[in-house]
């Protein structure tokens, strides 16, 4: 079956250390991936994507990668803030632009300070 | 003012009862889409609509129905509640000329049925 896993513990981490946060899917190809960040009692907002023909992408303190082999995709946040707690979730798009997204259940980042 | 406007934002009712949740948004997207989110399992995919024309049931469908009724307008309704099905809601756009699939949420409306 499909399914698309990210590791339901939340991760502590010290204030100005990286996060990397781990998306793995079985029996999917998808066209590309997308990180979200959640804040708690508010709707999902978009980070980065990353298409299948990408090793890497980078935006700011961000980087995405994704590993079509292994089926996994890694996100980093370097120099992680206590701004940057919350719960970060990937989604994936099956091939061709159908707008259909499935999500993974969510990360929950705590940068202490 | 948000894009995307989803009301009620809370909402407690009782099993049977009819219960209808709504969107809107002024972003102009073609595409409008309800998700469900609950505690462990992720965003799961009710229903999809890519213009006023087209509805499209997602992984979870079943006890839900749709009605789009403009462009900007997209209202997910259950028909007799029941308590397994009270759950954070949320509604999304997305605008295909950018080719990314980026979605757009609103701010979720939390059902709990009793």
């Known amino acids: 079956s499909q399914k698309i896993e990210q590791n339901s513990e939340a991760l502590n981490i010290q204030e100005g250390k990286t996060a990397t946060l781990t998306c793995n899917y079985t029996?999917?190809?998808?066209?590309?991936l997308q990180w979200y960040r959640q804040d708690p009692g508010r709707g999902p907002v978009f980070l980065l994507l990353?298409?299948?023909?990408?090793k890497e992408k980078r935006k700011e303190r961000l980087k995405v990668t994704f590993d079509t082999t292994l089926k996994q995709s890694l996100f980093h946040i370097t120099a992680s803030q206590p701004a940057d707690s919350a719960t970060y979730l990937c989604?994936?798009?099956?091939?061709?632009?159908?707008?259909?997204?499935?999500f993974g259940q969510g990360t929950t980042l705590q940068v202490k300070p | 003012d948000a894009d995307v406007t989803q009301t009620p934002r809370n909402r407690i009712t009782k099993t049977g009862k009819r219960i209808m949740l709504e969107c809107s948004q002024t972003?102009?997207?073609?595409?409008m889409y309800w998700y469900r989110q609950d505690p462990g399992l992720g965003l799961q995919l009710i229903y999809y609509?890519?213009?006023?024309?087209?509805?499209n049931k997602g992984e979870i469908s079943d006890g839900y129905s749709v009605s789009r009724q403009a462009q900007a307008k997209f209202s997910l309704s259950l028909e007799s509640a029941i308590p397994n099905q009270t759950a954070l809601y949320f509604c999304?756009?997305?605008?295909?000329?950018?080719?990314?699939?980026?979605?757009?949420f609103g701010e979720g409306s939390r059902l709990t049925v009793l």
């Open positions: 999304a756009t997305s605008d295909p000329r950018t080719h990314t699939g980026e979605l757009f």
């Open positions: 029996n999917y190809s998808p066209a590309y």
């Open positions: 990353i298409r299948e023909n990408e």
């Open positions: 989604a994936l798009a099956a091939s061709g632009n159908t707008g259909k997204l499935i």
């Open positions: 972003k102009g997207h073609d595409r």
């Open positions: 609509s890519f213009d006023v024309k087209d509805i």
